[in-house]
């Protein structure tokens, strides 16, 4: 019914639509369609996988040699989405200024960030990381324990971030959090934020990094942060872990509090 | 009365005395206002009158200004969020729209409505009868929508109009007038255009780009327009970002890039482009030669999408190539201006190509219907020997047979034809245009904005997001359909009084879409800059439109059976045939010595001179504007090399922060 002549006209918005969209394409076929494919080959998950290959490949005790063979990994053989290389250095950068005594991070997903924050904290500083599948706690805590640091260091949490926050205070006798990486459920940081805030977790000078604001992004978050007066913020733009043609963004807050 | 009251002030008497001078003085020069004193009267009322007239002039320069169409429109869009280059848009489109209205004055009021008052009516003549063949179908909504049927055979089309040399009480030379209409139309369109280019160039400060950058980009970039807070920001960030790149560039202007590389890229680049252009063309010509094909076995037998391949296909590409050219030109690397200079070129190239693919097919298919005229003159006059033989078998006289005009056999008319085809285009180009503005902005719109709540990405941020409104795209659409108005007014009088409604509408269709659909670029460049790089563009859309029409009037012979040439062996014969008949014997001679080529060429020569003389006059005074730039540019370097030297040091330290110092330079903007 349609001709062949106007089906051929539609050839210059197919190829605008790959080449523009190449890198989303490509994010695509290696997050879902490979990880599909390697679920139904070897019957275990994404994050089994990837410890299996760390454990075989890194050298235990040392936390750079773990990082390394993660970014190998998600490079390379699949793709999971930790902070990142590029990313992880403007972590380090900020931990190393601030030297903060207590962190906080909600969603550890594998331990990449928990490994990445706990090598560069001081003697007497502690982490505190909330992560709520199970499944993914376990291997977080197998990856974290490798890497050297024991339960003075790093203190794993299961649960949802929304029940553990109100009782964090009394669980865990802490005070005030100095510092707050963000990098679970793009939904829960606005929700969590404010959890912290009424908790009174947070106080002056505390900073909080929230990952991938950008893509997949957070809008209600951002625009609180930018209507509330409460922080001052900065966006450092950057690119999506492990794929550079994609634009993405980390907020960093600190909180001025109502004063 | 005044000494009394001043009397009582409690002033001293030396004051008192002082003002009672005064006021004193005063009455003796206002003597005649105030009532004393000869011509009073006359003097009053001289005072009364002018002050009548100060205030009629200012209600009169208010009227004038509520008088410009949509100005309140425009500058809403300004203000509240786009600023000045989308605006420009809206500026341009508006001083078509003025065109257009001229155009579609002439052609009404001197074409088509002498015509339709004072010609034959419809069903009078052969000419302006639907065929009997055609009858059944010819009220029906697809055909009339197709331009056939009852709207093919009136005033719309050339094919129409009857030569009759004079027609009506008032003796209205309509083929004379259709020719001049034709003429005067391509006339005053160059010369708005070069009048409008002109008075651009007057206007043209220019700030020369190269140097002092950081200086320029410091000092000027605000845009004062600006009055919604939401945009502020955005400039904000913009400027900010914009300063960012500059010390990027400097930066990467001082690494050593590899030329080859960046050759071969843009060699490549440009290899991809001519072959997608090539491709459309190919494309284009494939599909006209169809259609034809089609049109010769008859059109009854194809559906909707046969007989509106032709305009589908060439709105489609002119709406997909463009973005396929801006992915490519990703490769190249250019600055982002000079970018966009390559991109509007490559644009202008598609769609030039296009148009003149299609002229080309469309001049095929004007020597086929030639042909068929010579084999339907031949069968007319077979049809008529055998109505003769039915009825009269008298061979010296012949009185006239009554035969209804709808059933006497038509010549091909390869005018109307030309005509209806680029009324199709126009109008199918309308709708790909109103169609993607609904598609493309308001259902993107109402899904970034609705779905956001529960996808899995930030819609607003990331893919797909609302839409920019752009600015080069649809000045070069508006510019090619003007195009094609021009190309077809000749043959379809009706385009014009087309394109004023679709201006019309577009006009308030857009200002909607973009209040409602769009969001303020990112980038924000300058608009004036580019006015005269579209004017340019305008005249040679002009030039390069009107030889068509100009080819087909003096080189093919109009068709025997339709149009107000009809029966002449040139269209520009009538222009002869007036001044032989029309004009006093004494005007005809004139006018042939005026034609000689020995007066023409040395005319041409002086006007080759005085073109020469005003160019090197011209280029005089640019060197010396040149030469004032630089003094002027000897006094603003001391405060420049302060801040290159800033921001230079900053190249080597891209991480430090440049807020304080934008800040504090901003906030005095703002």
């Known amino acids: 019914m349609v001709s062949p002549a106007i089906a051929l006209a539609f050839i210059p918005f197919l190829l605008t639509v790959l080449i523009k969209y190449r890198y989303y394409i490509l994010l695509f076929y290696r997050a879902v369609l490979v990880r599909r494919l390697q679920d139904l080959i070897t019957g275990r998950s994404?994050?089994?996988?990837?410890?299996?290959?760390v454990f075989t490949h890194a050298l235990p005790g040392n936390a750079e040699s773990i990082l390394d063979t993660f970014d190998h990994w998600c490079t390379k053989i699949e793709y999971l989405s930790n902070i990142g290389p590029k990313k992880g250095k403007v972590l380090d950068r900020l931990i190393g200024d601030m030297a903060p005594k207590t962190v906080l991070e909600l969603g550890t997903h594998c331990g990449y960030a928990a490994v990445r924050i706990a090598r560069l904290l001081e003697l007497g500083a502690r982490l505190y990381t909330v992560?709520?599948?199970?499944?993914?706690g376990r291997i977080a805590e197998k990856i974290i324990r490798l890497a050297g640091f024991d339960d003075d260091t790093v203190e794993l949490i299961n649960g949802h971030s929304e029940d553990v926050i109100p009782q964090f205070r009394e669980r865990f006798g802490v005070d005030h959090i100095d510092f707050v990486f963000m990098d679970h459920w793009k939904r829960c940081y606005l929700r969590d934020l404010q959890l912290l805030e009424e908790s009174g977790l947070i106080g002056k000078g505390s900073i909080?990094?929230?990952?991938?604001?950008?893509?997949?992004?957070?809008?209600?978050?951002?625009?609180?942060?930018?209507?509330?007066?409460?922080y001052q913020y900065r966006i450092h733009r950057a690119t999506l872990e492990y794929f550079p043609g994609i634009r993405d963004g980390m907020a960093e807050l600190t909180y001025m509090g109502t004063t | 009365k005044s000494i009394t009251t001043l009397r009582n002030q409690p002033w001293r008497m030396k004051k008192k005395l002082e003002t009672l001078k005064e006021a004193q003085e005063f009455i003796e020069k206002f003597e005649g206002a105030l009532g004393k004193g000869k011509g009073r009267k006359f003097y009053a009322y001289k005072v009364m009158m002018l002050k009548k007239w100060m205030k009629f002039k200012r209600d009169f320069e208010n009227f004038k200004t509520a008088c410009i169409p949509w100005e309140m429109k425009i500058k809403e869009i300004e203000s509240k969020s786009f600023g000045s280059s989308v605006a420009s848009y809206f500026i341009f489109l508006r001083w078509m729209y003025g065109i257009n209205m001229v155009l579609f004055g002439l052609t009404f009021g001197l074409v088509m409505v002498p015509e339709a008052l004072m010609?034959?009516?419809?069903?009078?003549?052969?000419?302006?009868?639907?065929?009997?063949?055609?009858?059944?179908?010819?009220?029906?909504?697809?055909?009339?929508?197709?331009?056939?049927?009852?709207?093919?055979?009136?005033?719309?089309f050339y094919g129409y109009y009857n030569n009759q040399r004079a027609i009506g009480w008032l003796k209205f030379r309509l083929p004379l007038s259709y020719f001049l209409v034709g003429v005067g139309t391509i006339a005053y369109s160059f010369m708005v255009v070069i009048r409008t280019m002109a008075s651009n160039a007057n206007q043209e400060g220019g700030g020369d780009d190269t140097s002092f950058n950081f200086s320029w980009k410091m000092f000027t970039s605000w845009d004062y327009l600006i009055g919604n807070p939401e945009t502020a920001d955005n400039k904000f960030a913009s400027i900010t970002t914009s300063f960012k790149e500059s010390i990027v560039e400097e930066q990467e202007n001082r690494k050593e890039e590899n030329i080859h590389l960046t050759r071969f890229l843009r060699v490549l680049a440009n290899f991809l482009v001519l072959c997608c252009l090539a491709g459309s063309g190919y494309l284009i010509y494939f599909v006209v030669r169809r259609s034809q094909k089609f049109a010769l076995e008859g059109l009854e037998n194809y559906g909707w999408w046969e007989r509106n391949e032709v305009n589908m296909v060439m709105s489609l590409l002119g709406m997909f190539c463009p973005t396929l050219f801006d992915v490519i030109s990703a490769l190249e690397n250019y600055h982002p201006r000079i970018a966009?200079?390559?991109?509007?070129?490559r644009i202008f190239a598609l769609f030039l190509g296009n148009l003149y693919t299609f002229i080309i097919a469309l001049m095929d298919e004007i020597n086929l219907k030639l042909e068929e005229e010579a084999v339907v003159k031949y069968n007319m006059t077979i049809w008529e020997a055998n109505l003769y033989n039915g009825t009269l078998s008298e061979n010296s006289t012949r009185p006239p047979i009554e035969v209804d005009p709808a059933d006497v056999p038509r010549g091909p008319c390869w005018e109307t034809m030309v005509g209806q085809e680029f009324v199709r285009l126009t109008i199918s180009d309308t709708m790909t245009t109103y169609i993607t503005i609904l598609i493309g902005d308001f259902l993107r719109a109402l899904f970034v904005r609705f779905i956001n709540y529960c996808w899995c990405w930030d819609l607003e941020y990331g893919f797909p997001s609302y839409a920019e409104f752009d600015i080069s795209g649809n000045v070069l659409g508006l510019i090619f359909n003007?195009?094609?108005?021009?190309?077809?007014?000749?043959?379809?009088?009706?385009?014009?009084?087309?394109?004023?409604?679709?201006?019309?509408?577009?006009m308030y269709l857009q200002c909607w879409a973009v209040m409602c659909c769009n969001v303020p670029h990112e980038r924000v460049f300058k608009a004036s800059r580019s006015n005269n790089f579209y004017m340019a563009m305008l005249l040679f859309i002009l030039f390069l439109s009107t030889l068509p029409a100009v080819y087909t009037i003096v080189s093919i012979p109009p068709s025997f059976d339709c149009g107000p040439f009809s029966g002449k062996s040139r269209m520009y014969n009538v222009i002869q045939e007036t001044l032989e008949n029309d004009f006093p014997a004494w005007f005809g001679k004139v006018f042939s010595y005026a034609s000689n080529p020995g007066l023409i060429l040395p005319f041409i020569l002086l006007m080759v001179l005085g073109i020469y003389y005003l160019q090197s006059t011209s280029k005089a005074y640019k060197a010396?504007?040149?030469?004032?730039?630089?003094?002027?540019?000897?006094?603003?370097?001391?405060?420049?090399?302060?801040?290159?030297?800033?921001?230079?040091?900053?190249?080597?330290?891209?991480?430090?922060?440049?807020?304080?110092l934008m800040t504090n330079v901003f906030c005095l903007c703002k």
């Open chain 2, 482 to 506: 003007q195009g094609m108005i021009w190309m077809g007014a000749f043959y379809a009088p009706c385009l014009p009084a087309i394109n004023v409604l679709r201006l019309h509408a577009s």
């Open chain 1, 46 to 53: 994404r994050e089994d996988r990837a410890f299996q290959y």
């Open chain 2, 340 to 345: 966009l200079r390559w991109q509007l070129g």
């Open chain 1, 131 to 136: 992560e709520m599948d199970e499944e993914n």
């Open chain 2, 624 to 660: 010396a504007n040149i030469e004032l730039k630089k003094k002027l540019q000897n006094i603003i370097k001391v405060p420049d090399l302060i801040l290159t030297f800033h921001f230079r040091s900053n190249i080597d330290n891209p991480n430090s922060n440049l807020s304080p």
């Open chain 2, 119 to 156: 010609g034959k009516p419809y069903g009078s003549m052969p000419r302006k009868t639907v065929p009997r063949s055609e009858s059944s179908t010819a009220m029906d909504f697809a055909t009339l929508w197709d331009f056939g049927g009852y709207a093919q055979y009136s005033v719309l």
């Open chain 1, 208 to 230: 909080i990094l929230a990952d991938n604001v950008i893509f997949p992004g957070a809008p209600h978050f951002l625009r609180y942060i930018k209507s509330s007066g409460l």
